[in-house]
T-cell receptor, first 112, second 111 residues
Framework: DQQVKQNSPSLSVQEGRISILNCDYT??????FLWYKKYPAEGPTFLIS?????DKNEDGRFTVFLNKSAKHLSLHIVPSQPGDSAVYFC???????????FGAGTRLTVKP | KAGVTQTPRYLIKTRGQQVTLSCSPI?????VSWYQQTPGQGLQFLFE???????NKGNFPGRFSGRQFSNSRSEMNVSTLELGDSALYLC??????????FGPGTRLTVL
């Protein structure tokens, strides 16, 4: 079953605007969340993470928000740049058994 | 539709042994990628297979190898295991539009 869901397969934004990528999860045992970025023909690269004891983590243009009650997290990219165009995966880890689950990804296209 | 399955889910080996992990992609997906996840290194790309051919390869030693069969199922093999090979090995099957679906992973412990 899909414990981590990214319901939007694609997203298109204009350069300079905000990109918001969403992710929902069902397993309340997940306590660590990560976002990965993947370019075509390459493996995913780590972007940013957040622990369940926090509700926000910021790194430059990237901010991840966690809403535990809603079992929802989002990645904000401000301002968006054409080089951000890639597929973004969210992942969740349950600390009790280190079980890691990924969403299906959202393809972000940033138009110049 | 069944998801990506990986077997076995957990495995314990000793140094010097070899191991074979299996991945069955979602029906209809022709591409299978393998990743190694460790706490210190994060997620690292091993290789990708498409229609029985290795299409991309990450920066891992030759002890790590893989193959894909005509039914798209894939295996990865690690020979002469080292302690540092202990990790979660993830397999992902990919649609033609580059959407990846990950399996639950195989947790390998090398003693």
């Amino acid at each position: 079953d899909q414990q981590v869901k990214q319901n939007s397969p694609s997203l298109s934004v204009q350069e300079g605007r905000i990109s918001i990528l969403n992710c929902d999860y069902t397993n309340s045992m997940f306590d660590y969340f990560l976002w990965y970025k993947k370019y075509p023909a390459e493996g995913p690269t780590f972007l940013i993470s957040i622990s369940s004891i926090k509700d926000k983590n910021e790194d430059g243009r990237f901010t991840v928000f966690l809403n535990k009650s809603a079992k929802h997290l989002s990645l904000h990219i401000v301002p968006s740049q054409p080089g951000d165009s890639a597929v973004y995966f969210c992942a969740a880890i349950a600390g009790n058994n280190n079980d890691m689950r990924f969403g299906a990804g959202t393809r972000l296209t940033v138009k110049p | 539709k069944a998801g990506v399955t990986q077997t076995p889910r957990y495995l314990i080996k000793t140094r010097g042994q070899q191991v074979t992990l299996s991945c069955s992609p979602i029906s209809g997906h022709r591409s299978v990628s393998w990743y190694q996840q460790t706490p210190g290194q994060g997620l690292q790309f091993l290789f990708e297979y498409f229609s029985e051919t290795q299409r991309n390869k990450g920066n891992f030693p030759g002890r790590f190898s893989g193959r894909q069969f005509s039914n798209s199922r894939s295996e990865m093999n690690v020979s002469t295991l080292e302690l540092g090979d202990s990790a979660l090995y993830l397999c992902a099957s990919t649609t033609d539009t580059d959407t990846q679906y990950f399996g639950p992973g195989t947790r390998l412990t090398v003693l």
